[in-house]
């Protein structure tokens, strides 16, 4: 037997497949498939019967009941569990002291780093300066601690990819928040941090748990605060 995941979130799929989350059963016999399909219903069907099946799948699908939606979701939360697709969270996270900052990023293709080296353009991202020109885009600056609340705002209110924020650490200076990905589970770490001194400097890294590649959910997110901390009267140190 063969278990297949199929999602229409396309980080979730990369994540599952650069992870070699693709499992296939031995004791079962051949002529037997089972296979995950959209919305994620387990089935088990034989050889002769999938041509069939997928002639049915091209015609409209009726609206399903309430009790097929609340099986699948079950069934999607079982899956989650079982395969423990949240991840663990990393043990480098958090300010770093030899240089002070946040942690670069691994050699994979699905995080973005302000402490990351400004050639590298697969993960490097700008900081963040919510005084730029010295308050030109307030009417006054604000402080850190209002900072920290205006960035607080944001990350409650801004869902890019329908990821769900959950606030886990909080300090004076520091924020860490795992965003959730809406089907399977998927947890990426986002940081952010106000480094001491007299610059109104944000620093961040976004970073997914799993997998090898994002398709750019990471940037995307990042970019997504952004915007909506410029509306606060934030800016990006450099384009990005």
Sequence with gaps: MSIYFTSTNTHEMGSMASSGHLYRHKSYKRNHIACLTPPFNLTLVSHHK?????????????????????????????????????????????????????????????????????????????????????????????????????????????KPDNFTPKI???????????YESPILGFVDDVEFWFPPGKKWIVQYRSASRLGNFDFDVNRKRIKALRVALENKGWASENSF
């Design 50 to 158: 999938l041509k069939r099946q997928q002639q049915e799948e091209e015609t409209p699908h009726q609206t399903s009941s309430r009790r097929e939606i609340i099986l699948r979701c079950s069934e999607v939360a079982v899956l989650g569990a079982i395969f423990h697709l949240s991840g663990t969270k990393p043990n480098y996270l958090g300010v770093h002291k030899s240089p002070p900052g946040l942690a670069l990023c691994p050699a994979t293709n699905n995080c973005v780093s302000t402490s990351e080296n400004t050639s590298d353009l697969t993960h490097y991202a700008p900081p963040w300066n919510y005084n730029p020109d010295e308050g030109g885009g307030r009417k006054k600056a604000v402080s850190k601690e209002e900072a920290m609340q205006e960035l607080l705002e944001v990350i409650k209110s801004t």
């Design 168 to 178: 886990t650490e909080k300090r004076d200076d520091y924020v860490r928040v795992e």
